[in-house]
């Protein structure tokens, strides 16, 4: 078992967005802006759902590391933290998942 975390990723998409040498993907993918980050997250989410409808095991780890990653990096140029995620994840688990829909249903 891997002790590597979410949080590590984080770092590392933080260390790779300030390279300025040209030899960052992350640095590259940032510079380009949200548009371009969301259409790769939009693009590895879909080959995600592809594998796993295909019950391609292997497929579905390969893209969903590739998801997880640039879900980190849409967070990177949003500010957003994977510390704001989690948390809001826990405050959600302060009731079932049917509860929390209907929550916000009527909001």
């Not at 790779?16 to 693009?43: N, P, V």
């Not at 879909?46 to 849409?74: F, P, Q, R």
């Not at 405050?91 to 009527?106: I, V, Y």
Request: hydrophobic share 40%.
């Amino acid at each position: 078992m891997t002790d590597f975390s979410l949080a590590d990723l984080e770092q590392i998409v933080a260390e790779r967005a300030a390279s300025t040498d040209g030899s960052s993907y992350t640095a590259s993918l940032i510079a380009k802006g949200q548009h371009k980050a969301a259409q790769k997250l939009g693009e590895e989410a879909v080959e995600t759902v592809i594998a796993a409808m295909m019950k391609d095991n292997n497929g579905v780890i390969s893209e969903s590391a590739d998801l997880l990653y640039h879900l980190l990096v849409v967070w990177k140029i949003a500010g957003v933290s994977l510390h704001s995620v989690m948390q809001e994840l826990e405050n959600r688990t302060s009731q079932t998942g049917l509860e929390e829909k209907a929550a916000r249903k009527s909001q």
